[in-house]
């Protein structure tokens, strides 16, 4: 069998391999591109608030206390950058069972090699970097949009007269690079994601070899659902970015915590919902596939008991010692497990379980924005009333 690549959504393309030749990939080579990225995005920010006197102080809100920008840079950057070597392996093993639990019959096996190299090409291709990052570097909106939403008083980036906002140069750096920088990131992540649910709508589209009766109650896909965990860190930092800007709307709008309550969690849901899709791809061929088995398996038990009950009850008193010695009992029970394994096959690969696992990093970057609303004493109470 000719050897194959290791699959990868994150190493390919022209900006990574320049991150290669300058050292930037690899474990420690991402310490020190996290190390560039900060000095680029952060420290900036620092210095130009410090000789402005409003890092710490002289104004209403200094940067000190603008915890969206200290999420932004220090939180999501970081995870950014870190979740390339999980999600390759993962996702890497995902792709290498398909290959060897034999779900992909031999005939379809060049159509989906071709379709794994399709995906790993476009995941990683320069023209739609470039786009990614133009988009995040010229909206136009960008400058007034992306800072938070100032109605009064004077904050580190910007000081409101007459209505209108006077951006400082601090502000100006955070608008027009700290923030894309973040924005290409994430938007980088957001299309290797969507990458991933290409190459898995077409892997739906072959004729798989399902196993209905295998343990995994999945009909042997039973491995997919552990792709998420590919991007649940990614998730994580997503949640962080969006709950850093309701901070923001918090600190500096007046707004309270009750207002975001609906948007918090249809945010969510949108982000669960992004990383389960895929998993539904395979649904019509696992009912299909679960319905033709039940009748096969009906058939075959419909025949095996009859012959079972001729053997063993047409007497009026069975050998009940006999019988349980017999070893047509034990292939009875081992046939009623089967079909009982059957029966019990799941349309989607993935159990309550994992999702739960991919629901509580999606949740809880938004867990401190309790404490808007209310202190840690009120929130310790809360939860031992719901324990007592």
């Known amino acids: 069998m000719t050897a194959v690549q290791p699959f990868s959504l994150c190493e390919g393309g022209r900006l990574h391999s320049v991150l290669l030749r300058s050292g930037l990939a690899g474990a ?25 006197g409003t890092a710490l ?17 220090l939180i999501v950057v970081p ?7 999980m999600a390759d392996r993962i996702l890497g ?17 060049p159509a989906f090699e071709a379709a794994v190299e399709r995906t790993t090409r476009l995941a990683t291709n ?20 992306s800072l938070p939403h100032l109605t009064s008083g004077t904050a580190w980036f910007g000081t409101l007269v007459g209505g209108d906002l006077q951006i400082t140069t601090a502000g100006r750096w955070y608008a027009w690079v700290s923030l894309p920088l973040v924005q290409f990131l994430l938007l980088r992540w957001l299309w290797r994601l969507l990458a991933w649910w290409g190459l898995l709508w077409r892997i739906s589209k072959l004729d798989l070899a399902w196993v209905p009766a295998h343990p995994d109650g999945a009909g042997g896909l039973g491995f997919l659902a552990w792709s998420p965990r590919a991007f649940r860190s990614v998730f994580f930092g997503i949640s962080a970015l969006a709950a850093s800007t309701v901070s923001n709307h ?3 709008g007046g707004e309270v915590l009750a207002n975001f309550r609906a948007p918090v969690i249809a945010f969510m849901v949108c982000e669960v919902l992004l990383l389960l ?3 539904f791809f395979f649904a019509g061929g696992l009912i299909k596939a679960r319905f033709a088995a039940l009748a096969k398996y009906g058939l075959a038990g419909a025949g095996m008991v009859r012959e079972f009950d001729l053997h063993w009850m047409a007497s009026a008193a069975p050998r009940g010692a006999e019988l349980l010695n017999s070893p047509q009992s034990s292939t009875m ?31 809880a970057p938004f867990a401190p924005l309790l404490l808007y609303q209310y202190s840690i004493t009120e929130l310790l109470h809360a939860v031992l009333q719901l324990v007592r």
């Open 93 to 109: 093993i995902v792709i290498d069972l398909f290959r060897r639990t034999g779900l992909v019959r031999e005939a379809d096996q």
């Open 250 to 252: 918090l600190q500096y």
């Open 126 to 145: 320069d023209g739609v970097e470039l786009i990614l990052l133009l988009i995040a570097a010229a909206l136009p909106h960008l400058l007034v949009a």
């Open 57 to 73: 102080g002289g104004v209403e809100h200094p940067l000190i206390k603008d915890l969206g920008a200290w999420a932004r840079c």
């Open 277 to 279: 899709a895929p998993q």
């Open 79 to 85: 995870i950014m950058v870190f979740a390339e070597p």
């Open 333 to 363: 029970i081992d046939f009623a497990s089967t079909y009982g394994t059957v029966r019990a096959m799941r349309p989607v690969a993935i159990s309550l379980r994992e999702v739960v696992g991919i629901l509580l990093p999606v949740a």
């Open 28 to 52: 420690s080579g991402r310490l020190r591109l996290l190390g560039i990225l900060l000095v680029v995005g952060w420290l900036p920010l620092i210095v130009i608030s410090a000789a402005a």
